[in-house]
């Protein structure tokens, strides 16, 4: 079992910046590819961006490219993600997920977090 909690989220207005977190504990965290996704009210869960075991591989959705980056600290359990520039259609629900397999998309993934909201105002 991996326990995966996120932190970080709150409310910012639009260009700013915010850094989530996302603490992993229980298996092996280096052994899991690492995602983000978010959910806006009324709206799908969508594919954030998402990183290796070893951090040198990452994807981003088109929507966030060049404006977020994914990290990861193998040694502290965590995964962060840098959001810059915000934007008020950034705004939702902002989950971690962890697999053996780096996936970009999709909804199969072992673990789950719970949560942490982002809002963005204009």
């Known amino acids: 079992q991996v326990q995966l909690v996120e932190s970080g989220g709150g409310l910012v207005q639009a260009g700013g910046s915010l850094r989530l977190s996302c603490a992993a504990s229980g298996r092996t965290f280096s052994n899991y590819a690492m995602n983000w996704f978010r959910q806006a009210p009324g709206k799908e869960r969508e594919f954030v961006a998402a990183?290796?075991?070893?951090?040198?591989?990452?994807h981003y959705a088109d929507s966030v490219k060049g404006r977020f980056t994914i990290s990861r600290d193998n040694a502290k359990n965590t995964v962060y993600l840098q959001m810059n520039s915000l934007k008020p259609e950034d705004t939702a629900v902002y989950y971690c997920?962890?697999?053996?397999?780096?996936?970009?998309?999709?909804?199969?993934?072992?673990?789950w977090g719970q949560g942490t909201q982002v809002t963005v105002s204009s």
């Open positions: 997920a962890a697999d053996p397999l780096l996936k970009v998309g999709g909804t199969l993934y072992d673990y």
């Open positions: 990183i290796s075991w070893s951090g040198g591989n990452t």
